[in-house]
């Protein structure tokens, strides 16, 4: 990008972020507010970096990047080590049957009195054009788009590795863990290994013969189904969960869960999915940055604003460092992000989440979550590769999609944090047999499948 000088507004950037850093201490007092946040991005929609593609940037740097990592985040990569890795801003179109049915069935999608989506058929639902601080339904608008990015059929991760650490310490040695997904610092206080496959049954833009829907039985019912499997440690071994997600997005989920302990399936309520997910700072609404249904919400958007992000990963799985082992430890661009305010309509345990949603992609690029007293609570930072990168599987070249590598979910609160790699991940197309064995509630209790 090209390096331009702003003295006035570099040094109004400069006052602010050390007003932030110093309310900051090291034992997590002075929480930046949301009211800090919104600060932070209306004097960061428009700044001009002070650096250029190809830099690498130390801790000396750091207050050049202020104006693209939230407060209080971008404190963790104080540290002697730290290197930046600016890779050029790469361009990450969706695959052109996306394209093709976005331009097919523009326009014709609209909203409800409710905010459910009328006429959606595939494709991207609204233009970038149609979503601006001046429409009040702007924010709705890019939740949806959000909601149906491209995906193909959805990502199988074989063997999803996760951590919950503790600040401080020696990078603890996991079993089955590579040496070089997490270095540095940190105390493993629990480690988790999982299977996760999401396969959407409707809206596919690659099945336009097809109606844009899975050619299975009552598939139009559904817009995915996902299922969760832990393997280890001990004590979670062998749960499982399925979630169905309907297409009427007036409608529940449906999700269910299997405790080998209990020895029979049981039906999850709504209030679960804010629950931690075996002890982690994850909850099923993490999935993929936000899992949840739009309906439950309101959504206000904020503004487009560039971040720093790892968007094109160097690596086939997320590998984290720094003082804590919970840190990107990868090449980094900016990109361009809708950024939109989530509030949920009914108590939960939080007040709000702002997302940072890539303007090409709709992938979530980070999330920050708000306590009940509107501090600043976790940071949820996803790390993505484009499948048509050398670094990426083989198996996902020509699919034109963001890989969900893995992701970083610090609580700034607590001062710990949980990382997932992504360790095996495809896109595979999956078959009518595949869909009918794995989602099968009846099924549930018989482990992988």
């Known amino acids: 990008m090209k390096k331009t000088v702003l003295p006035l507004l570099f040094c109004s950037v400069l006052v602010v972020a050390l007003l932030f850093a110093n309310q900051v201490n090291s034992q997590g007092q002075g929480l930046p507010t949301r009211e800090d946040i919104q600060q932070w991005i209306t004097l960061n929609l428009d700044s001009i970096p002070q650096f250029k593609e190809g830099d690498i940037l130390k801790q000396a740097d750091l207050e050049k990047l202020r104006p693209f990592l939230p407060p209080r985040y971008i404190d963790e990569f104080n540290f002697s080590e730290v290197e930046f890795h600016v890779a050029p801003t790469g361009h990450s179109p969706p695959h052109p049957d996306y394209l093709a049915a976005t331009e097919q069935y523009a326009n014709q999608t609209q909203l409800a009195a409710d905010g459910a989506l009328e006429n959606y058929v595939a494709g991207r639902p609204f233009a970038r054009a149609l979503i601006n601080p001046d429409d009040p339904v702007s924010g709705l608008k890019a939740a949806w788009n959000f909601n149906y990015r491209w ?63 899975f050619p299975l039985g009552d598939a139009g019912r559904f817009e995915y189904k996902d299922y969760v499997e832990f393997t280890e440690p001990y004590d979670v071994r062998g749960q499982r969960f399925l979630i169905y997600r309907y297409d009427d997005a007036r409608k529940q989920d449906d999700a269910w869960g299997f405790i ?60 984290f460092y720094g003082p804590n082992g919970w840190l990107p430890n990868d090449r980094w661009e900016l990109r361009l992000c809708a950024v939109v ?12 989440k702002i997302y940072f949603w890539d303007a090409e992609t709709y992938e979530t690029a980070m999330v920050l979550v708000f306590d009940l007293e509107r501090k600043l609570w976790k940071v949820n930072d996803l790390l993505h590769g484009w499948s048509e990168d050398p670094s990426q599987a083989e198996s996902d070249r020509g699919k034109q999609l963001p890989r969900n ?35 099968d509630v009846n099924k549930l209790s018989e482990g992988s499948r």
Request: charged share 20%; aromatic share 12%.
């Open 151 to 213: 995906q193909y059929y959805g990502m199988n991760v074989k063997r999803y590795l996760g951590a919950l650490l503790a600040k401080g310490g020696k990078a603890s040695k996991l079993s089955g863990f590579p040496a070089d997904l997490i270095q540095g610092g940190g105390r493993a206080i629990r480690h988790l290994v999982a299977l996760y496959q999401r396969v959407y049954h409707n809206h596919l833009a690659h099945l336009s013969t097809k109606g844009h829907i």
């Open 341 to 352: 305010e989530q509030t949920p309509v009914t108590n939960r345990n939080y007040s709000s």
């Open 405 to 439: 590598i893995g992701f970083t979910i610090v609580d700034v609160k607590q001062e710990q944090a949980t990382i997932f790699s992504a360790y095996t991940i495809v896109y595979p197309e999956v078959t009518v047999e595949e869909v009918e064995e794995r989602y």
């Open 260 to 319: 080998p302990a209990l020895r029979k399936v049981r039906r999850l309520s709504l209030h679960e999915r804010d629950d931690s997910i075996g002890g982690t700072e994850m909850t099923f609404d993490d999935f993929t940055g936000f899992s949840g249904r739009v309906l439950d919400h309101t959504w206000k958007f904020l503004g487009w604003k560039v971040l720093l992000h790892v968007m094109n990963s160097q690596h086939p799985y997320a590998r």
